[in-house]
């Protein structure tokens, strides 16, 4: 048996389905994030049956996820920015900004 071939990380079984997957892969940041408060405060408040406490969890995990990688993709966007903001800077005044 060999060791070294990676094996795939185990999938979490959940309880959303594709469509609601797909549906929280496509919200903009600011709909995930209040939608994130809202499963938070569902789960905070209490009440709620340990197969839907399950579920809020499960959504908010997906949404937390959506709302870091937008958050990602905008550093890296401002990053690329500054980079290339101070790249233009250094030439600022000069012959070389010219070309």
């Known amino acids: ?48 049956s340990l197969d839907q406490s399950m579920r809020q969890w499960e959504i908010g995990e997906a949404l937390a996820q959506r709302a870091e990688s937008l958050l990602a993709d905008v550093r890296a966007r401002l990053d690329a920015a500054q980079a290339q903001q101070a790249q233009t800077a250094s030439t600022a005044g000069t012959q070389e900004n010219l070309q």
């Open 1 to 48: 048996m060999d060791t070294n071939t990676a094996q795939p990380a185990p999938q979490a079984a959940t309880s959303l389905t594709q469509e609601e997957r797909d549906l929280i892969a496509a919200m903009p940041y600011e709909e995930a994030r209040d939608k994130l408060v809202q499963a938070v405060r569902a789960l905070e408040n209490g009440g709620l």
